[in-house]
């Protein structure tokens, strides 16, 4: 709970730059320290290792030496160490004669040696206040031979091995302090910039603002060169949405402005009726009715487009082919004047997922507009047929046709043609048309005719069985 404490004080309330280069160098500083204390127990290993090892020799030289000679200080007192080493001989009885004059430390162990009861073994002594380092290990004759040699340059070495890894440790930390700092200033650069632009977004409320990058930041592939083109991305999707709301607010109100003052002329004019005649009272009414509807299904249209998204409604499989002539049927009855053709016989009981009432509502728009660019008595064929591993069904007129500086924005809102500004109509029939077809996974594109007239293509992906084979889903309606 401690440590937990203390690493939410530590990085709990800094920014996540100091957060990072504290991470970092911490991580750095104990991998340094961990090498750095590895080094000095090696380096420790390895001198105590070379004094043992010339303890060893010595002893095994003054062994040869000394085989005749009885038990006692081999080399004077040895306080002064004028010899190479240090050296006595033990045996494993006190009692024994000149085992009362021995200058090195004799213990249980040492008697042990001697009886060849212990192994040789080192250990680490104070003569007259200098270290020592010492081996007993036994030689013939029931003795055991002690050997010391001064360890002071050994662990003089050793402290100043020491003291330069601890000073090569505490550059290293502050080392890796300094690069963690930078590397996180510089890492999170494109973060800090994004910071900034989405504050500066977010006071002027301008999406046209993007981040920045530099040309080595821009080739880097990581996560936060990712992040800021993602963010970059995000925000032209944003500028892109918020221009699109303002040309629908702009064009709502364009076209809304001429309805409503008609409604506003024919109220005046009805609120004035006594001044007029049976007729003229029943054509203001019948011509405010009409427009009320006009304006009702404008502003019904608008909302629908404004949402940019299909209602949640309950999907099913739909017989494309029966509900085409169900649409082609109701379109007859609205425009008396057009002949309409159905070719349907081809993918006969081949079903979609989708709903009815919003792929009726996306025909009807298709044969709405055919019709009305339709001639006098022109001919409007709607055509379905299956196509490699999708469904089409195409609608051509043999009117004017679509201009080819027209087709890219045929299905933009609001948007009319030279030829169709003189017809009735809002502009938004293809632009929702286009819209239920999205959310119906279909594609709806629009081209020139090869005889002349529009020709419309909605393209239903269909993963079904190849044609020729049985349809593989119950037809719903």
């Known amino acids: 709970m401690r440590a937990l404490s203390l690493r939410r004080r530590l990085l709990g309330r800094r920014p996540l730059r100091a957060r990072l280069a504290l991470v970092t160098s911490v991580a750095v500083a104990v991998v340094a320290l961990g090498v750095l204390a590895a080094a000095y127990v090696v380096i420790r290993y390895e001198l105590v290792r070379q004094l043992d090892l010339q303890l060893k020799q010595q002893a095994t030289l003054i062994a040869q030496q000394s085989r005749t000679e009885p038990a006692g200080v081999l080399y004077g007192e040895c306080t002064w160490l004028a010899a190479p080493a240090c050296a006595q001989t033990v045996r494993a009885d006190p009692a024994a004669p000149r085992q009362d004059g021995l200058v090195l430390p004799v213990t249980g162990a040492t008697r042990r040696v001697a009886a060849g009861t212990l192994g040789e073994h080192y250990s680490n002594i104070t003569l007259d206040g200098h270290a020592m380092r010492m081996l007993t290990t036994p030689v013939k004759g029931d003795r055991a031979l002690q050997v010391a040699v001064r360890s002071d340059t050994v662990d003089k070495g050793v402290r100043q091995a020491g003291l330069l890894l601890a000073a090569v440790g505490g550059g290293g930390v502050l080392l890796a302090a300094g690069l963690g700092y930078f590397a996180s200033r510089t890492s999170l650069r494109p973060v800090t910039r994004l910071t900034a632009t989405a504050e500066h977004i977010a006071a002027t409320r301008d999406p046209a603002h993007r981040i920045e990058l530099a040309p080595y930041e821009a080739r880097r592939d990581d996560e936060i060169t990712s992040l800021a083109t993602s ?86 499989e739909v017989r494309l082919d029966r509900l085409a002539e169900r649409c082609t049927a109701d379109a007859r009855g609205h425009w008396p004047g057009t002949v309409f053709t159905a070719d349907l016989a081809g993918p006969e009981g081949v079903t979609v997922p989708g709903v009815p009432a919003r792929l009726a509502r996306l025909l009807s728009n298709l044969l709405d507009n055919a019709a009305k660019f339709s001639p006098p008595g022109g001919r409007v064929e709607v055509h379905l047929a299956r196509t490699g591993s999708g469904l089409d069904l195409t609608v051509r007129d043999h009117g004017p046709g679509i201009a080819a500086e027209d087709l890219p924005y045929v299905f933009d809102r609001f948007y009319r043609s030279r030829q169709a500004r003189a017809l009735p109509g809002s502009g938004l029939g293809l632009a929702m048309a286009r819209q239920i077809a999205r959310a119906h996974g279909a594609e709806l594109t629009a081209e020139q005719a090869p005889a002349g007239g529009a020709l419309f293509r909605l393209r239903f992906p269909l993963p079904g069985p190849l044609p020729g084979e049985p349809p593989a889903r119950t037809p719903a309606r």
């Not at 609120?271 to 011509?287: C, D, V």
């Open 231 to 316: 963010f970059n991305t995000m925000l032209g999707e944003l500028e892109e949405a918020v221009a699109a709301q303002r040309r629908l607010v702009a064009d709502a109100s364009h076209e809304l402005r001429t309805p409503l003052t008609a409604l506003r002329t024919n109220a005046e004019l009805l609120a004035r009726a006594e001044r007029l005649t049976p007729a003229q009272r029943e054509r203001a009414a019948g011509a405010l009715g009409r427009q009320l509807r006009e304006v009702t299904g404008l502003v019904n249209d608008l909302i629908e487009l404004a949402r940019d998204e299909e209602p949640q409604q309950f999907v099913e």
